[in-house]
C-alpha cells in the first residue's frame, strides 16, 4: 500500500468528520437553542431529535476520524445529511439555505464514497483487518 492510499483517505475521512463533529460538540454546549429550533420546524419530540442529532453528529464524527465501522457509519451519517438537508434547509428563496441544503447533499455525496471504497489504510478497521481498499459488496 502507497503513501497516497493510506494516507489520503484518511485526510478525506477528517475533513469530513470535522463539520460533524463540530456540529455536534456545538449542540451540546447550546441544547435549548437546539431543541428550539428543531421544535421551529414543526417536528415532534424536540429532546429527542437533539440527542439523535448529537449521538449522529458528535459520535459518528469520531468514529469516522478514526476509522472505526466506516462504512456503516458513513452510510448512517450521509442519510442524516440528507434527511437534515430537506427537514432544515428547504426554503430555497434563501441563498443561504440553498448553499446549506447543497452543502449537505455534497457531503452525502462524498461520505457515499466512503462507503463504496472503505476507510482506508490508515483506520481502526484497516487495523483490524476489517476492511481493506476494495469496494463494498454487491
Same mark, same amino acid.
Given at each position: 500500500?502507497?503513501?497516497q492510499?493510506?494516507?489520503l483517505p484518511a485526510l478525506g475521512r477528517l475533513l469530513i468528520a470535522v463539520i460533524f463533529i463540530?456540529?455536534?460538540?456545538?449542540?451540546?454546549a447550546a441544547p435549548v437553542a437546539t431543541q428550539g429550533?428543531?421544535?421551529s420546524t414543526g417536528l415532534p419530540f424536540p429532546l429527542l431529535g437533539y440527542l439523535l442529532a448529537v449521538l449522529?453528529? &458528535? !459520535? $459518528?464524527?469520531v468514529l469516522l476520524l478514526i476509522g472505526y465501522q466506516t462504512r456503516l457509519v458513513a452510510l448512517v451519517l450521509a442519510l442524516f445529511s440528507v434527511a437534515t438537508?430537506?427537514?432544515f434547509h428547504n426554503d430555497f428563496a434563501d441563498q443561504n439555505m440553498m448553499i446549506h441544503f447543497l452543502k449537505n447533499i455534497a457531503m452525502a455525496g462524498g461520505l457515499l464514497q466512503v462507503v463504496a471504497f472503505g &476507510? !482506508? $489504510?490508515?483506520s481502526v478497521d484497516s487495523w483490524r483487518g476489517v476492511d481493506r481498499l476494495?469496494?463494498?459488496s454487491a
Open positions: 500500500m502507497n503513501a492510499t493510506r494516507y463540530f456540529a455536534g460538540f456545538g449542540k451540546i429550533y428543531i421544535a449522529v453528529e &458528535a !459520535g $459518528g464524527g438537508a430537506v427537514i &476507510a !482506508g $489504510g490508515f476494495v469496494p463494498a
